[in-house]
């Protein structure tokens, strides 16, 4: 069974912190890169971060330096870090396998994604 489900947004103030999960089912968790993608409303989802089943990661410029990703091999969870939160990051977050993300019956497959917003 093919599953991603993230958790762990919310509201929080500019400058705050927030850790994001996201429990992927076990054949999709081994051996693959894993990222967190984000969209905002009218905008297209972009890849945040990255990560290797070796540990190796990468990150979008605009939060290189604030967020940290992360994974749990035997929890098969991939974690996300956010720290120094600006409006700019409310978006919806979601994770997905990277580059090539998830494809079931021809379709793409995402889980539900968090919602993060950042508001004073």
């Known amino acids: 069974q093919v599953q991603l489900v993230e958790s762990g947004g919310g509201l929080v103030q500019p400058g705050g912190s927030l850790r994001l999960s996201c429990a992927a089912s076990r054949s999709i968790f081994d051996f693959y890169t894993m990222g967190w993608y984000r969209q905002a409303p009218g905008k297209q989802r972009d890849l945040v971060a990255a990560i290797t089943s070796g540990g190796r990661t990468n990150y979008a410029d605009s939060v290189e330096g604030r967020f940290t990703i992360s994974r749990h091999e035997a929890k098969n969870t991939v974690y996300l870090k956010m720290n120094s939160l600006k409006p700019e990051d409310t978006a919806r977050y979601y994770c997905?396998?990277?580059?090539?993300?998830?494809?079931?019956?021809?379709?793409?497959?995402w889980g539900q994604g968090t919602q993060v917003t950042v508001s004073s």
């Open positions: 997905n396998k990277h580059p090539s993300t998830i494809v079931l019956a021809g379709s793409d497959y």
